[in-house]
């Protein structure tokens, strides 16, 4: 039973980098619209995509996390107690 559990694992490991690896739409539609524009263009537009869903996560997150990333920026910034 544990072989074919390991067997079972590192066959979907190995399949989740096919089945994963698609690519986003939005960097799909600009490569496909590269080759119509010159290398600078394209290379700024697949750039700026890039960042466009990189800062989503981390926007989500400061807005899940705001109270104690205030609370931790505010105990950072307050003057130390001597004691």
Known sequence: MKH???LLF???FFQAST???QGCSQCKLLAQQGSEVDEAS????INSGILYLM???YLLLLFLFRKQIL?????FFSPAKQG
Do not use: D, E, S
């Open 10 to 12: 590192v066959l979907v």
């Open 4 to 6: 074919k559990l390991i």
């Open 42 to 45: 394209f290379g700024t537009n």
């Open 19 to 21: 089945i994963l690896a």
């Open 55 to 57: 800062i989503i996560p």
């Open 71 to 75: 609370g931790f920026v505010k105990g």
